[in-house]
């Protein structure tokens, strides 16, 4: 619930326009996900690289936004959510330009990086609108924009297939610009700052700690396939990243002003939903990997679809629609029946979609349908994961708290694709003279997103039926003006 002291008018007339604003950039940030996907098989020819050093376009905005998510989201707590909101559009707009004026591989991975330093936008969003919306507003507007981190990648991938079928493929990398500049514009003039501020110093070291472990981690996940599971490399990342965060967990208990809160962290809600995050996580990304393929691969094979990639964004982006249509009815869920709840029935419709998935995958109709129901419940799910974090936790750590729920997501995703990957190039068969995973393979991987939900509904199953009134923020420095 928001804090009751804030000095917002309880309505708003501009709630609307603040909540619309905030979804359109977190849209936007989750767009940096899908835009690439369609330049992938090109992608080494048009970088003039190896196939290998090519999926380093992909690599870097991965590990960007692990580094940049919980860092902005303590900055915004410290000095201005909406100051780190503005920069991390910027970063976007640049790393967006950079792409657009890159013909080679080092360039085109410094764009990626920047872009991917955007990836606080969404915890930061949803920050913001605890301070400045009247409680009656504040659930649906959360979950709308929790969702729109499923949003964004559904609705990209059609239009993203679009200007890369029929443009230079520069011109996707244009447009991520224009629109980012766009929302750029629509923050300044429209968002209001919080006065709601932690101050005090920023934990260099913790986030210093922080980065690195999360690196070696991404990296040996998104990388262990290519360099092998049992090579030096990928298990020196591993053990590197248990011991990095074993030291970073111990400074970060010991330090008067940490980066994250553990102790904060630890309590039963806050654990229990960023786990459950990290399960939905998996089983989200799960649908993303299997029904392109299915859609793309050749109707010879018996099971493939012969689809084009503008074929697979239509398909999906009625996910992405459902997602936003169910952010209101998770809203509604969570405030009479409370979030475990509205967690609890979205690990449960995004199972059947799953189960739906594993003997319906021979039409087109049938996908269209299992990604529908998959995100009808990713659409629930996502909608009270915030007020599940923000109920367990003081004002002043809101923006951490909301950036470290989006990180465990983003690291479920990525072991989603590194598990789902290693399944699909173990079950495959011979066509002609490639090989390509087989229909066995796919039902494998759809499984495994539904084992993955009813995990989530496991872990939820613990979380209390009422979340706890949140702390009194300790003491927070008043911000010097509202910059509008």
Avoid at 279 to 308: D, E, H, N, R, W
Avoid at 355 to 384: F, N
Avoid at 409 to 437: D, K, N, Q, Y
């Amino acid at each position: 619930m928001p804090d009751s002291s804030r000095s917002a008018p309880e309505a708003s007339p501009r709630a609307n326009v603040v909540v619309a604003v905030l979804a359109l950039a977190g849209i936007t940030v989750s767009l940096m996900q899908t835009l690439v996907i369609p330049l992938i098989p090109a992608l080494p020819r048009l970088l003039h690289a190896s196939a290998a050093d090519a999926t380093w376009a992909i690599t870097a905005t991965l590990l960007a936004g692990a580094v940049a998510t919980p860092t902005m989201g303590r900055l915004g707590d410290m000095y201005g959510k909406r100051r780190m909101l503005l920069i991390s559009l910027g970063a976007l707009v640049a790393g967006s330009a950079i792409g657009a004026l890159s013909d080679s591989l080092v360039p085109m991975v410094a764009g990626r990086t920047l872009q991917g330093l955007a990836a606080g936008v969404i915890p930061l969003g949803i920050s913001i609108m605890r301070d400045e919306l009247p409680a009656e507003r504040l659930g649906s507007a959360t979950a709308l924009m929790s969702a729109s981190l499923g949003v964004g990648g559904a609705l990209g991938l059609p239009a993203a297939a679009l200007l890369a079928e029929n443009t230079d493929w520069h011109v996707l990398f244009w447009t991520a610009a224009g629109l980012g500049l766009v929302v750029t514009a629509l923050v300044v003039a429209l968002v209001p700052e919080s006065p709601v501020r932690t101050g005090g110093r920023f934990d260099v070291p913790g986030a210093a700690g922080l980065s690195i472990a999360l690196v070696c981690l991404l990296l040996a996940i998104s990388k262990g396939a290519d360099w092998g599971w049992g090579s030096p490399a990928t298990l020196g990342l591993l053990v590197g990243a248990v011991v990095v965060l074993l030291l970073w967990g111990r400074w970060e208990l010991r330090t008067a002003q940490p980066l994250v809160d553990l102790r904060t962290t630890a309590r039963r809600q806050v654990l229990l939903t960023n786990i459950a995050s990290a399960v939905f996580g998996f089983a989200m990304f799960a649908m993303s990997l299997v029904l392109p393929q299915l859609l793309q691969l050749p109707s010879a094979t018996g099971y493939g679809l012969g689809k084009s990639m503008l074929a697979v964004g239509l398909v999906m982006a009625p996910s992405g629609l459902v997602m936003m249509a169910l952010a209101p009815v998770s809203a509604r869920i969570t405030a009479t029946r409370g979030p475990k709840t509205t967690l609890m029935l979205g690990a449960v419709v995004v199972a059947a979609g799953y189960a739906l998935g594993i003997v319906l995958m021979s039409a087109t109709w049938h996908l269209v349908l299992v990604s529908s129901v998959i995100g009808a419940g990713i659409g629930l799910a996502y909608g009270a994961m915030p007020a599940l974090v923000m109920g367990a936790v003081p004002v002043s750590e809101t923006a951490a708290a909301n950036s470290l729920n989006t990180l465990m997501r983003s690291i479920g995703t990525s072991v989603s694709s590194a598990t789902a990957g290693l399944v699909l190039a173990r079950l495959t068969i011979e066509f002609g003279p490639v090989t390509l995973p087989s229909q066995n393979g796919f039902r494998l991987v759809l499984g495994m997103g539904a084992a993955a939900a009813l995990v989530a509904l496991a872990v939820a199953a613990f979380l209390p039926r009422r979340p706890p009134s949140a702390p009194a923020p300790a003491a927070p420095e008043p911000a010097a003006a509202a910059a509008r």
